[in-house]
C-alpha cells in the first residue's frame, strides 16, 4: 500500500511540476517543458497529447485563481501579524480555505491524470514508471532515508 502511495504522489509531482512552474504565467516555459518532455518520453499520438495540452491549460487556469487567492491571505496574514494579538481562528480559517483549495486542484489533477491513463497503452504506462523512478533518484530528498520508500 505504502509503495501505490508512493507512485501515485510521485505521479501528481510529475504533472504538479507542470501546474506549477505554469501558475506564473499563462505560457511558461516550464509547463510547455513538460509538456514536451511527457509527449516525447512517452511517444504520445496526437490526441493523447492534445489532452495534456488541455490538462496542462485547466490546471495553470486553475493555479492562476489559487495564486490570487494567495496574494490576498498572504496580505490578510500580515495585517495578523502586525496586531497586538494573533487571531488565531482568523488565521486557522484562512489556512482551512488555502487547505480546501488545494484539496480542488489536487482532486482535479487526479481525475484528469486517470482520464490521461485510460489513453495510456501498456508500454506508454510502463515508460511513464520508468522515468518516474528515474525522476524520483534524481530528487532524493536529504529527509527521506532510502528504507523509507
Same mark, same amino acid.
Given at each position: 500500500?505504502?509503495?501505490?502511495?508512493? &507512485?501515485? &504522489?510521485?505521479?501528481?509531482?510529475? $504533472?504538479?511540476?507542470?501546474?506549477?512552474?505554469?501558475?506564473?504565467?499563462? !505560457?511558461?516555459?516550464?509547463?510547455?517543458?513538460? &509538456?514536451?518532455? $511527457?509527449?516525447?518520453?512517452?511517444?504520445?499520438? =496526437?490526441? #493523447?497529447? !492534445?489532452? *495534456? =495540452?488541455?490538462?496542462? @491549460?485547466?490546471?495553470? @487556469?486553475?493555479?492562476?485563481?489559487?495564486?490570487?487567492?494567495?496574494?490576498?491571505?498572504? =496580505?490578510?496574514?500580515?495585517?495578523?501579524?502586525?496586531?497586538?494579538?494573533? =487571531? #488565531?481562528?482568523? $488565521?486557522?480559517?484562512? &489556512?482551512?480555505?488555502?487547505?480546501?483549495?488545494?484539496?480542488?486542484? *489536487?482532486?482535479? @489533477?487526479?481525475? !484528469? $491524470?486517470?482520464?490521461?491513463?485510460?489513453?495510456?497503452?501498456? #508500454? #506508454?504506462?510502463?515508460?511513464?514508471?520508468?522515468?518516474?523512478?528515474?525522476?524520483?533518484?534524481? !530528487?532524493?530528498?536529504?529527509?527521506?532515508?532510502?528504507?523509507?520508500?
Amino acid at each position: 500500500m505504502k509503495k501505490i502511495w508512493i &507512485v501515485v &504522489v510521485d505521479a501528481l509531482m510529475l $504533472l504538479g511540476f507542470a501546474v506549477i512552474n505554469g501558475c506564473r504565467h499563462e !505560457r511558461h516555459p516550464g509547463a510547455e517543458f513538460m &509538456v514536451d518532455y $511527457l509527449a516525447e518520453a512517452l511517444d504520445l499520438n =496526437d490526441a #493523447q497529447r !492534445r489532452e *495534456v =495540452d488541455n490538462i496542462r @491549460a485547466e490546471l495553470m @487556469a486553475k493555479g492562476k485563481g489559487l495564486k490570487a487567492a494567495h496574494h490576498r491571505a498572504v =496580505d490578510e496574514v500580515k495585517g495578523l501579524l502586525m496586531a497586538d494579538e494573533l =487571531d #488565531q481562528e482568523r $488565521l486557522n480559517q484562512l &489556512v482551512a480555505e488555502h487547505r480546501s483549495r488545494m484539496d480542488e486542484l *489536487v482532486d482535479l @489533477a487526479i481525475g !484528469r $491524470l486517470a482520464e490521461f491513463h485510460r489513453t495510456l497503452s501498456p #508500454q #506508454q504506462k510502463a515508460k511513464l514508471v520508468d522515468k518516474m523512478e528515474k525522476f524520483r533518484k534524481m !530528487r532524493r530528498s536529504r529527509w527521506i532515508s532510502d528504507s523509507e520508500g
